[in-house]
């Protein structure tokens, strides 16, 4: 289907940087990731995964889980955009982008990410293995 635009190939990076095991595997499931599909929503998109079946599951505890603490100043938007992603078994699954009450703008020319906390705290609690 589409390729992932500026924003989602950056956010994902971001997403996905660390040393931990899972994050070194969600990596490599989006190396070889397709999407599948990217709803907009007026207010942000959702961007669906397939993975293939011989990439391995991220090492996270079974079930869905989500994290997201990448968020985004964006030209135009008085409160940015946060993002959340979903993993589904140990495999990416979907990625949410969404601004807070404000449109969708129709152009992204400009924008810098952040981590909502340095140390990544609650992204780590939420991928360690239980």
């Known amino acids: 289907m589409s390729e992932l635009t500026a924003l989602e190939s950056a956010v994902l990076q971001k997403l996905f940087s660390g040393d931990s095991p899972a994050l070194t595997a969600l990596r ?3 190396e070889m990731a397709m999407v599948v599909s990217r709803e907009m929503t007026g207010v942000g998109f959702f961007l ?4 293939p079946e011989q990439v391995p599951a991220a090492p996270v505890p079974p079930g869905e889980l989500h ?9 135009g938007l008085k409160h940015g955009v946060g993002f959340l992603v979903f993993v589904e078994d140990g495999k990416l699954r979907e990625l949410e982008g969404y601004t807070y009450d404000e449109p ?12 909502t906390d340095p140390k990544r705290t609650s992204a780590m609690r939420v991928l360690a293995a239980g």
Request: aromatic fraction near 18%.
């Open 28 to 30: 490599r499931q989006l």
């Open 48 to 51: 669906t995964f397939a993975i």
């Open 67 to 75: 994290f997201g603490d990448v968020q985004a100043d964006v030209s």
């Open 104 to 115: 969708w703008p129709d152009r992204l020319d400009h924008f810098e990410l952040h981590y």
